[in-house]
Structures are given as C-alpha cells and as structure tokens.
C-alpha cells in the first residue's frame, strides 16, 4: 500500500468530503429541534425567560448537591477533566490552529506543547477511567449500549493516534499521522448521527428548559 497516497487522499477529497457530511447532518439536526411543534404555554408569562435560561446553563453544569441520582463525583471529575483536555488540545495545538487557518482564514495564539501534552494525557486517562466506570459499575453497564463504546472509540482514537504520531510512538509517522486524520474525519462522518451531538445540543435544551421554567416565574 502507498501510504503516501493514501495520507494525500485523507487530507484531500477524504477530508472534504468528511467535512461536508458533518455540516449537513449538524444543520439537520438543528432543524429539527428548532422546527419541532411546541405546545401553547397556557401559564402566565411572568418574564422573557431568557436570564433565567442562561442561569440554568450554568446552574445545570455545577457539581450536583443532594441527588444520588445524578452523576457521582467521579464521573463529574472526570467527565470535566475529559473535556477541559479536549477543549485545550483541539484548540490549541499549534498544527491545529494551522489547520483552522487553511481552512477558515482564521488563526489565535498557540500554547507551547509541552501544556498541550499535559492535557491530552490527562484527557486520555479521564477517558480511560470513565469507561473503566462504565465497566465496573452494574448500573452503568446495564445501561450502557453499543453507541455509547462507539463514541467512547470514536473520540478515544483521534486523541491517541494524534499524541502517538507527534511523539513518533511504535508505527512510523507517516502511518501515524494518517490513522489519526483518517479517525478524525470518521468521527466527524458520524458525529451527527451519535450522542456526540450533545456538545450542540446540551446548552440549547438547558436554555430552553430554563427559559420555559422562568417564563413561569419558577425556578430551574
């Protein structure tokens, strides 16, 4: 097999191409929360709502207090630590940054590398503990199905194989660096069509839930 070849067709049409089934099926998506039948609010509006929807995205992202139904501390810590690292290593990470430029005309500081390691260690071991959890705890493996350890893949991949081609870990670079492009774009294919949805999702449906709550003149 060309490696070189085929690494030239995954940043080329591979990456067009993936590019374009993750804008369509997120506009997709939104269209269809945001065209989907409300019911007629028959309360009094007591207030637009609005603040009170931006209270509860903050509200709702504090650890929980009091409901051992909620998430337990491990799962908030982790679950935060997962995404601080992520948040920091997709942006910002100097190639990425680059990436962005080429492809949006539009370019910000980077943070040196060795921080950005830093958050991608601690983003892969979060990743790790929390399937670990959802292993060990029967709760959480009863409710766990086939989608939730494919996205659990589908985001671990990307952040291993990227770490793994800059440190030029076991497999040669040029493989390293295609597995990881080529996983990148797989998650973005798929994106749309899984819970990951959710980092576009999340802060509308607080919002919204928010919003109705103050409307009300209740607390959310």
């Excluded at 993936?18 to 269209?31: A, Y």
């Excluded at 995205?57 to 810590?77: M, T």
């Excluded at 493996?141 to 081609?165: C, E, H, N, R």
Aim: charged share 10%.
């Amino acid at each position: 097999m060309n490696i070189e070849a085929v690494l030239q067709w995954i940043r080329g049409p591979g990456l067009s191409l993936s590019l374009g089934i993750f804008i369509f099926g997120i506009l997709l998506k939104l269209l269809e929360i945001f065209l989907l039948g409300r019911r007629k609010n028959l309360a009094a509006v007591r207030s637009s709502g609005v603040a009170a929807g931006f209270r509860t995205i903050f509200s709702r992202s504090l650890p929980p207090e009091g409901n051992i139904l909620r998430r337990p501390p491990f799962v908030f810590i982790f679950g935060y630590a997962f995404h601080i690292g992520l948040f920091v290593v997709i942006l910002f990470l100097a190639p990425h940054i680059q990436v962005a430029q080429s492809l949006l005309g539009l370019s910000w500081p980077s943070l040196p590398t060795p921080v950005v390691d830093v958050f991608a260690v601690i983003a892969l071991i979060a990743l790790m503990a929390l399937l670990w959890y959802r292993l060990t705890s029967p709760l959480m493996k009863y409710l766990t199905t086939a989608q939730d350890y494919l996205v659990w893949a589908l985001t671990f991949i990307p952040l291993l194989s990227g770490y793994m081609a800059y440190h030029h870990l076991l497999l040669p670079y040029t493989w390293l660096l295609a597995i990881h492009i080529a996983s990148v774009e797989l998650l973005l294919v798929l994106f749309p069509f899984t819970k990951l949805t959710h980092a576009f999702t999340l802060f509308i449906s607080r919002w919204y839930t928010g919003m109705m709550a103050g409307q009300k003149g209740v607390q959310s």
